[in-house]
């Protein structure tokens, strides 16, 4: 079984200032690792994901996460921050080779605000 | 471009009702999801589809039940709504196909159960 554990249920920050949005999973195998942003009322929409290679992915928005298997995290980060990214943030793991069974475990979100 | 559907953004049932959740989406993707919101518990998954007429349960099927008879179309049903039901209810898509294994996400619907 795999689990996702996003440590900050909330987290402010002031607009231009850096944010790093932290999840940490759990796996007995490999795992693909997924960014997802929810707008207020909207869906989810991919911000990035990891499935191989280099280590540090570059997403949508400016955004970017960094794969650590040793300290099995994939920490979520922006260097300046808007307004407009206000929103919920959930990371979440899919494990390695179960194709068509494979699915997708949610942390329970961190919610970004900014303020001017 | 991409696109999940779902029949409603806001619906208010009574307890008892049978209530019916539509997703529709138009990227032929064989595997589609029916996961709840709520505050706090992220997204937990309810049930899941890997092709037509095939269904698995998720982490929190009680109560719950689904129909997928086309390919595009996933339906989410509540037999006998109860108030414990009341959430947001997101309907995603995905191709098992290469190696993107991410998901696509309708709108959401929100529901509540008076």
């Known amino acids: 079984a795999q689990s996702v554990t996003q440590l900050d249920s909330q987290v402010p920050v002031f607009e231009e200032a850096p944010v790093e949005l932290r999840c940490n999973y759990s796996?007995?195998?490999?795992?693909?690792l997924f960014w997802y942003v929810q707008y207020p009322n909207q869906g989810l929409q991919l911000l990035l994901k990891?499935?191989?290679?280099?280590?540090l992915v570059k997403g949508i928005n400016g955004f970017e996460a960094e794969f650590n298997k040793s300290q099995t995290s994939f920490h979520l980060r922006k260097p300046s921050v808007h307004i407009s990214d206000t929103a919920e943030y959930f990371c979440a793991v899919s494990d390695l080779g179960a194709g068509t069974a494979s699915k997708l475990t949610f942390g329970t979100g961190t919610r970004l605000q900014v303020t001017l | 471009d991409v696109k999940v559907t779902q029949s409603s953004r806001y619906l208010v049932k009574r307890t008892g009702e049978k209530v019916f959740l539509e997703c529709v989406q138009d990227?032929?993707?064989?595997?589609m999801f029916w996961y709840r919101q709520d505050p706090g518990l992220g997204l937990r998954l309810i049930y899941f589809?890997?092709?037509?007429?095939?269904?698995e349960k998720g982490d929190i099927p009680e109560g719950y039940s689904v129909s997928r008879e086309k390919k595009e179309r996933f339906s989410l049903i509540l037999e006998s709504a109860s108030t414990n039901q009341t959430s947001m209810y997101l309907c995603a898509s995905r191709s098992p196909q290469g190696t993107a294994y991410e998901q696509y996400f309708g709108p959401g619907t929100r529901l509540t159960v008076t």
């Open positions: 990227m032929d993707h064989e595997n």
């Open positions: 589809s890997y092709d037509v007429k095939m269904k």
């Open positions: 990891y499935l191989s290679g280099s280590t």
């Open positions: 796996s007995s195998v490999s795992v693909y």
